[in-house]
């Protein structure tokens, strides 16, 4: 089949990547013409495991094609896919003008039968507005030409989303058409062979379901988040009560670690989307607003607990700081947890040291430039380096290197022996014998013997 995707960030180049993979070939396109041309030579604009590989073999085998032109990529095909930015507005709202502005070129560029995909993530009632611009376009020209709708949104997990492509769990696809429902089963057939995966709706339906998946991923972190402040207050042990609620199988391990809050580009994002759509059809989402509340309070957390233990007096000291991405495998820093605890550890006048294996390029970007000028933050190049002479070290992001860190060296480089644990990595107990103070989400403090 020849595809196009049209907008090449996480979604689309991934959709794009994988696609060809399977011995179709893909038109990716953007309007960003430096991320184009550097595509082209291999340079992508996300780090993602896995795709810089299948990026740079497809594009050299004549697979994968970028361009800045969709009517190049129209050219040769008939299945688009819109995959292209729903920003939140200032009121939570998804920003659709990408994806109808996109639809109008489609239209207007449009010469055969042809079956657009939404693949961005788009409140319930898109499909209708996008195939509204797209015939809009069509009678301007005075052409009579068919074309379908679908609703295909993406379930990709960032730090593992060309796997999840290769091997889904499931594919949702929202389609009232025979002719488009064809078309997606010949395009997704490759990639469920062992195990049909495929389940068709009604197109709202399909919109509706990629919502309420991440509102619902959201809100059991919410839950954790929330009996873990309880915990803490009634001296008990969170991880204890995960492994107990866990183990019921109408619960489930996944998603219920407590931690420091979720961020990305997708949770924060939608789950203020799902309020705002709420409330524009007169609906109060209590829960959807308390599970956003929750973790807007639990991204304070971490600086909570360092300001605690020194009493409020954070003036002068530095504060390690290891893991800056808002989840390990990618070098995504929206809506992190880090953003927050660095923000309120820099405004209390503390300094940090912040060591992170991927985001370090992206992570100034996420700060004000004279921070780093006056080295008020510093993102070093090394775990252990940025504990040199701190005051406190937290963990944020749960990268692999960090699970096992060598303890006696680490006493010996921080100047206090603290550790504030924004993912519970780490044994109380262990690092108590270790010499540290310790502080994990939920879970009763230790402290090192005196």
């Not at 998804?94 to 079956?115: F, H, N, Q, T």
């Not at 005075?142 to 960032?158: A, M, Q, T, W, Y």
């Amino acid at each position: 089949m020849n595809i196009t995707v049209v907008g090449t960030g996480y979604v689309g180049l991934v959709t794009g990547a994988c696609i060809a993979e399977m011995g179709n070939t893909v038109y990716c396109v953007d309007v960003d013409q430096n991320k184009i041309e550097n595509l082209k030579k291999g340079i992508l604009p996300i780090y993602e495991p896995e795709l810089d590989t299948i990026v740079v073999e497809n594009h050299a085998a004549g697979r994968l094609h970028f361009t800045t032109s969709l009517r190049e990529a129209m050219a040769d095909t008939d299945v688009y896919f819109i995959a292209v930015g729903t920003p939140p507005g200032e009121d939570g709202s998804a920003d659709l003008r990408y994806v109808l502005d996109v639809a109008r070129e489609i239209g207007s560029l449009m010469e055969r039968p042809s079956v657009v995909i939404n693949k961005s993530t788009v409140p319930v009632g898109t499909a209708d507005k996008v195939r509204d611009a797209v015939r809009q376009q069509l009678e301007t020209r005075g052409v009579d030409i068919e074309f379908d709708v679908v609703s295909n949104p993406e379930f990709l997990k960032e730090g593992a989303a060309v796997d999840d492509f290769m091997h889904p769990d499931r594919i949702i696809v929202g389609t009232d058409s025979a002719r488009a429902r064809q078309i997606m089963d010949e395009l997704y057939a490759p990639f469920i062979r062992n195990h049909p995966r495929m389940m068709f709706m009604g197109v709202r339906d399909a919109e509706m379901t990629k919502y309420a998946a991440n509102a619902m991923l959201a809100t059991k972190i919410s839950f954790m988040n929330e009996v873990a402040s309880l915990c803490e207050r009634l001296g008990v042990d969170v991880e204890n009560v995960r492994l107990g609620i866990g183990s019921d199988q109408r619960i489930g391990f996944h998603f219920i670690y407590a931690g420091c809050g979720y961020g990305g580009s997708c949770f924060p994002k939608d789950v203020k989307a799902l309020i705002s759509i709420a409330h524009q059809n007169d609906f109060e989402p209590k829960l959807l607003q308390a599970v956003e509340a929750r973790n807007d309070l639990q991204k304070h957390s971490l600086f909570n607990k360092v300001s605690a233990h020194f009493s409020g007096d954070l003036e002068g000291r530095t504060i390690a700081v290891w893991g800056l991405a808002f989840k390990p495998g990618t070098d995504d820093m929206r809506e992190a947890p880090s953003v927050v605890l660095i923000n309120s550890l820099i405004n209390a006048g503390a300094k940090v040291r912040a060591f992170d294996p991927v985001a370090h390029e992206t992570a100034p970007r996420e700060f004000p430039a004279e921070w780093l000028t006056e080295k008020k933050l510093e993102i070093v190049d090394g775990q252990y380096e940025a504990a040199i002479d701190a005051d406190a070290l937290v963990l944020v992001t749960e990268w692999k290197p960090f699970r096992r860190p060598d303890f006696k060296a680490l006493k010996k480089l921080l100047r206090t022996p603290v550790i504030v644990d924004g993912r519970n990595q780490y044994d109380p107990a262990q690092t108590q014998r270790a010499g540290f103070h310790y502080y994990g989400i939920g879970r009763m403090p230790a402290h090192a013997a005196v």
